[in-house]
Every structure is written in C-alpha cells, then in structure tokens.
C-alpha cells in the first residue's frame, strides 16, 4: 500500500504558526492531489484542505479558511501545510490522504490512503 | 452538506451482521464513502460511489443507498471489524464532510 509520512507536528501556543509536511514513500507524489483531515482528541474526522497535483486547485474547510496554507514542492517530493493564528481548537491530529482521483483530474474525489499522522496542540 | 449517522454506537457479537446508517442532509447521488478506523491507526477506505469496495475490502462489507440514505452492512462480524465507522460525500466537492461516526464495538 502507498505510504504516507506526516511530520511537524508539536506544541504550540495560541496565536502562533506551524508547518506540517506530507512525504511519500514508494510512489510519486507529485502525481496525485492530496488532502489534510484532522481529528481531534476522541472526536471525528474533519476535512481541512485540498491541492491538486498541478497547484491550481486549492480548497479549505471553513473552520480553516484564511488562516491555512496548503502547498507543495514536487520536486521534493513533499508538501505542506502551514498553519497561522493557531487557535486551541485546532488541536489535533493532522492526516496528509492520497486522493483517489476520478474522471475529472484536479478535483477531490475519495481519500485512499492516508499517513499515521502527526499530533498539533495548541495551548499557552 | 451534513451527514447524520445512526447509531452512535451499536454493541455486537463476532458472528452477527450489522447495518450502519448515514443520512445527508440533501442529496448527494451517489457520491458516498465509508471509511474504518480502529484504535490508534489512520481510516481506511471500504466503499466509494455508495456500493463500490475498495482494493482488497472483503465481500462481507456491502454499501447501498443513494440520495440521501445510505447503509453500510457487515456480514459475520470479525475481531478486526470492531471499530469506528465514517461515511463522507463528495457531492459538494469545494466541502467534503464527514459523518459524526458509529463505534461498532463487541457485546
């Protein structure tokens, strides 16, 4: 199965910034449009932002929206997402998930697989 | 687009069948997915499209449903499906959400 490997993560106080990174083991990442969900502590999973292979589409969550960042450098095979006026609310763990693709290259469709993960906490 | 689902959590034995329900609160055709997650792991996709399994899911997971009410059903429950279930639409693709989640968890 594709492999998927967050890092980044850490404690952080309110109001303060932190770049999450996504890498990929055994295939190009670069290929694929990506998403972040997270999940806070016991609680479900929440969609956070999308970016397709090429950049051009990017999509945020509501919650999320002017405050984070979703990029990627292909060349290394990476990408990010940085996280601005950081608020408690958005402790959790953070998953980089592979999309699915579909019929229409660019836009989100289903999250096949997904990385372990990497755990923000946001408290003073 | 809201995805509702029921129960919260559903106590069973290995061995019995259970259905899982998620309702939208407006019509998402088929665009639906269930995912599985067990303690301390990452989801994982079962279905997509309401009633398509994933690479390498067994047959005793079967999706149906479309427009607003779907089920999940898992036939002959094994000690390695007691765990929390999601359903997702991508019908607002700008927005996908998931549902609240069911803990199917052993009697």
């Known amino acids: 199965q594709l492999q998927l490997v967050e890092s980044g993560g850490g404690v952080v106080q309110p109001g303060r910034s932190l770049r999450l990174s996504c890498s990929a083991s055994?295939?190009?990442?670069?290929?694929?449009?990506v998403h972040w969900v997270r999940q806070a502590p016991g609680r479900g999973l929440e969609w956070v932002a999308f970016?397709?292979?090429?950049?051009?589409?990017?999509f945020y969550g509501d919650s999320v929206k002017g405050r984070f960042t979703v990029s990627r450098d292909n060349a290394k095979n990476t990408l990010f997402l940085q996280m601005n006026s950081l608020r408690p609310e958005d402790t959790a763990m953070y998953y980089c998930?592979?999309?699915?693709?579909?019929?229409?290259?660019?836009?989100?469709?289903?999250?096949?697989?997904w990385g372990h993960g990497t755990l923000v906490s946001v408290s003073s | 687009i809201v995805l509702t689902q029921s129960p919260a959590t559903l106590s069973v034995s290995p061995g019995e069948s259970v259905t899982l329900s998620c309702r939208a609160s407006?019509?998402?055709?088929?665009?639906l997915a269930w995912y599985q997650q067990t303690p301390g792991q990452a989801p994982r996709l079962l279905i997509y499209?309401?009633?398509t399994r994933a690479t390498g899911i067994p047959a005793r997971f079967t999706g149906g449903g479309s427009g607003t009410d779907f089920t999940l059903t898992i036939s002959g429950l094994e000690p390695e499906d007691f765990a929390v279930y999601y359903c997702?639409?991508?019908?607002?693709?700008?927005?996908?959400?998931f549902g609240g989640g069911t803990k199917v968890e052993i009697k």
């Open positions: 998930a592979k999309d699915q693709g579909g019929e229409v290259r660019g836009l989100p469709y289903y999250f096949d697989s």
């Open positions: 055994s295939f190009i990442l670069s290929d694929f449009d």
């Open positions: 970016i397709s292979s090429d950049e051009k589409n990017k």
């Open positions: 407006q019509s998402v055709g088929v665009y």
């Open positions: 499209d309401a009633s």
């Open positions: 997702q639409q991508r019908m607002n693709w700008r927005r996908p959400t």
